[in-house]
């Protein structure tokens, strides 16, 4: 079947501008997650929706950072005002949850944001 | 801030040779995950091992876990040229458990010699 799918692939912004970046996660899943990855940093946690439960938004860097999740499927990720710093690959993943036992995700390609 | 921290951080091995990577991780766990990396297919799970399990295997993969140590080991056998990739270990963001994130180390990049 169709794994998770991100749009668009790459996106390049001028620092200051908003940008939008989209999830579509595997059908079935309810828990998503977005998570960013660069030189600096490694892998970092940034959100995570499970349902209709209010997300989990512990991981995101600043206000400037949000993320909102459509009918429990298709998220989007906006930053607002960009910064050089948040220049990085966006990685979305989603998992159907199976309590405390362990889950594994599964992610999808990526939107790698360049800020100018 | 990362949780597990994989040692060594770059692996350069022949092929058909065996891989052995390692992690460390700070805080009580339920369970632990490895993922795998390349350009071609991004971030892949490989395998999970909960907290009262000490060793599963996956084809060509083995995992070890050593709560007492808060260690875990990943070793790949016969290795392949498309074994050639970045791996994780990855755990849950919290020690209760449950689909909320998880923390990653910074990897073990595995470069596999013709």
């Known amino acids: 079947g169709a794994g998770v799918s991100q749009s668009p692939s790459n996106k390049v912004t001028e620092k200051g501008k908003d940008v939008e970046l989209r999830c579509d996660p595997i059908?079935?899943?309810?828990?998503l997650y977005w998570y960013r990855q660069s030189l600096g940093q490694g892998l970092e946690f940034l959100i995570y929706?499970?349902?209709?439960?209010?997300?989990?938004k512990s991981g995101l860097p600043s206000d400037r950072f949000s993320a909102e999740r459509t009918g429990g499927s298709v998220s989007t990720l906006t930053i607002q005002r960009t910064q050089q710093e948040d220049s990085a690959v966006y990685l979305c993943?989603?998992?159907?949850?199976?309590?405390?036992?362990?889950?594994?995700?599964?992610f999808g390609p990526g939107t790698r944001l360049t800020v100018t | 801030s990362q949780q597990g921290e994989e040692d060594p951080q770059a692996l350069s091995i022949q092929e058909g040779e065996n891989a052995t990577m390692n992690c460390s991780y700070k805080?009580?766990?339920?369970?632990l995950q490895w993922y795998r990396q390349n350009s071609g297919r991004g971030l892949v799970h490989l395998i999970l091992?909960?907290?009262?399990?000490r060793e599963k295997h996956s084809g060509r993969l083995r995992v070890t876990l050593d709560t007492s140590k808060k260690s875990s080991s990943l070793l790949i056998t016969a290795s392949r040229a498309a074994d050639t990739a970045s791996y994780f270990c990855?755990?849950?963001?919290?020690?209760?458990?449950?689909?909320?994130?998880?923390?990653f180390g910074k990897g073990t990049h595995l470069i596999i010699q013709p």
């Open positions: 993943a989603s998992s159907t949850r199976v309590g405390q036992g362990g889950y594994e995700q599964y």
């Open positions: 059908s079935g899943h309810t828990a």
């Open positions: 990855a755990t849950d963001r919290y020690s209760g458990g449950g689909a909320d994130g998880l923390t």
């Open positions: 091992i909960r907290s009262n399990e």
């Open positions: 805080t009580s766990i339920n369970n």
């Open positions: 929706f499970q349902g209709n439960s209010a997300p989990d």
